[in-house]
């Protein structure tokens, strides 16, 4: 059973107020990823040598970095805020399901008047593809990193090559 549930002062403000935080944390996540793409790729692009057309973009000019990060944000904002706008269900009649599921729930569901949730009878597919692609990340993103490390330290050893000694054991220290 897929199902997800807030809490909380702000959680419990009103019976749609979990909508409302979900959805903000879904878009901080996004925030928080789209912050480590971006130093990432920076870290990289810096990697190369003056004049390269990926280290002019990159770290030429702050304002193509912040374009760089708007337009992930935008991205994968939309990408994670379209399942949670289409979604927005009746809460009391995702309740009333998760007390039949669950009847230990009534116990919660009483103190907490407002809490709900996405119940997978009252939702369409775009939540499970969510739920679904958070798992299948969850699953690929080490061996992205790993690779992503793989190919920072081969940079790193081009650096080396091309650089000053300072230069390098500066991005050798922010390597760390």
């Known amino acids: ?21 979900f959805g903000l944390f879904m878009v901080s996540a ?5 912050i480590q793409i971006t130093q990432f790729w920076y870290r990289l692009a810096v990697t190369y040598t003056p004049g390269h057309r990926f280290r002019d973009f990159m770290a030429g000019k702050i304002r193509n970095l912040y374009l760089f990060n708007f337009v992930i ?12 706008l289409l979604n ?47 798992v299948s990340l969850s699953f690929i993103f080490p061996l992205v990193g790993a690779l992503a490390v793989a190919f920072f330290i081969r940079r790193m050893k081009v650096l080396k090559a091309t650089e000053s000694k300072k230069t390098y054991d500066m991005h050798y220290m922010l390597y760390k």
């Open 88 to 134: 927005i269900i009746d809460p009391f009649e995702a309740q009333r399901l998760y007390i039949e599921d669950f009847p230990a729930l009534l116990a919660l569901a009483q103190k907490y008047p407002s809490m709900t949730g996405y119940h997978p009878q009252l939702v369409n597919f775009t939540i499970e593809l969510l739920l679904n692609l958070g």
């Open 73 to 84: 944000n935008l991205f994968l904002g939309f990408m994670v805020l379209c399942p949670v």
């Open 30 to 34: 996004v925030m928080i990823f789209s």
């Open 1 to 21: 059973m897929l199902g997800a549930a807030c809490t909380g002062p702000l959680g419990n403000a009103s019976p749609y107020s979990f909508f409302v935080m």
